[in-house]
């Protein structure tokens, strides 16, 4: 896994925290996404500790997305001494985001940058976003794409976006990996993926390069060893799972 996850539950999730993972890289980090409880498990796992430039890329304004992204902007600035470099979007979602961090008290601490990250890392060229179907209780929600030199990671962020899944799934180079929003919940107008929608979207010999997060319910895990997928692992579970030699 290119990605580490600090947090892979869905809104409700408690137990797994918010989605959130990040990339570092020497002395740089990436977070993407930022939801209520990612603060207080960033803080708690040291991860900023090796940090001396923070990136910040949100999909979209859900609150277990973006609920601790003032705190962590605030922490930067007065513990670090260092200011929160948030990846500029579409116009609109800048504005958004900008809007929501003002009435926050956020303001003048941070600052947007390009999607070439301010070619601070080497090996990461890229931050984009692409546009998918989430819910239209928000003006739009975004996947995101990193680009490496030869490798792609592609983080879906919350949708039910069966055009751009099945897009990313058939594009997957060998290297590449899906990180997918993936839930067990099935009802009409669902605003995530069912599982069972992802198998019939992701052709059999793909399914080894997606990580399903966002976890609604653990009753899925079964699920996603049986078709093939991965679990996108937080960095706890991982070190568990070496714990009791599984
Ligand atoms: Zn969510
Ligand atoms: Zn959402």
Same mark, same amino acid.
Do not use: W
């Given at each position: 896994?290119?990605?580490?996850f600090?947090?892979?539950?869905?809104a409700?999730?408690i137990?797994?925290?918010?989605?959130?993972? /990040? $990339?570092?890289e @020497?002395? *740089?980090?990436? =977070?993407?996404?930022c939801?209520e409880?990612?603060? &207080?498990?960033?803080?708690k796992?040291n991860?900023?500790?090796?940090?001396?430039?923070?990136?910040?890329?949100?999909t979209?304004?859900?609150?277990?997305h973006?609920?601790?992204?003032?705190?962590?902007?605030?922490y930067? /600035? $007065?513990?670090? @001494?260092? *200011?929160?470099h =948030?990846?500029?979007g579409?116009?609109?979602?800048? &504005?958004?985001l900008?809007?929501?961090?003002t009435?926050?008290?956020v303001?003048?601490i941070?600052n947007?940058?390009?999607?070439?990250?301010n070619?601070s890392f080497?090996?990461?060229?890229?931050?984009?976003?692409?546009?998918v179907?989430?819910?239209s209780a928000?003006t739009?929600?975004?996947a995101?794409?990193?680009n490496?030199?030869?490798?792609?990671?592609?983080?879906?962020g919350?949708t039910?976006?069966?055009?751009y899944?099945?897009?990313?799934?058939?594009?997957?180079?060998?290297n590449?990996?899906?990180?997918?929003?993936?839930?067990?919940?099935?009802y009409?107008?669902?605003?995530h993926?069912?599982?069972?929608r992802l198998?019939?979207?992701v052709?059999?010999e793909?399914?080894?390069q997606v990580y399903?997060?966002?976890i609604?319910d653990?009753?899925?895990l079964d699920?996603?060893?049986?078709?093939?997928f991965?679990?996108?692992?937080?960095?706890?579970?991982k070190?568990?799972?070496?714990?009791f030699g599984?």
């Amino acid at each position: 896994m290119k990605l580490s996850f600090i947090g892979n539950g869905s809104a409700f999730n408690i137990a797994r925290g918010n989605n959130s993972a /990040y $990339y570092l890289e @020497g002395n *740089k980090i990436l =977070i993407l996404d930022c939801g209520e409880s990612i603060f &207080e498990r960033i803080i708690k796992s040291n991860i900023l500790d090796k940090a001396n430039e923070v990136f910040v890329a949100i999909t979209h304004l859900h609150s277990d997305h973006v609920g601790s992204l003032p705190s962590l902007i605030f922490y930067n /600035y $007065y513990k670090k @001494g260092i *200011k929160t470099h =948030i990846v500029s979007g579409p116009p609109q979602k800048d &504005e958004e985001l900008s809007h929501l961090l003002t009435i926050s008290g956020v303001k003048g601490i941070f600052n947007y940058c390009d999607s070439d990250l301010n070619n601070s890392f080497v090996n990461l060229k890229s931050c984009t976003f692409t546009p998918v179907s989430h819910t239209s209780a928000l003006t739009q929600s975004y996947a995101i794409t990193l680009n490496f030199s030869s490798q792609k990671i592609y983080y879906s962020g919350d949708t039910n976006d069966e055009d751009y899944i099945k897009k990313v799934a058939q594009n997957l180079k060998q290297n590449d990996e899906f990180y997918c929003d993936t839930c067990l919940a099935d009802y009409p107008g669902n605003v995530h993926t069912n599982i069972d929608r992802l198998a019939t979207l992701v052709p059999l010999e793909k399914r080894q390069q997606v990580y399903c997060m966002h976890i609604d319910d653990d009753k899925i895990l079964d699920k996603i060893d049986k078709y093939g997928f991965h679990l996108a692992k937080t960095q706890t579970e991982k070190q568990k799972n070496q714990e009791f030699g599984s």
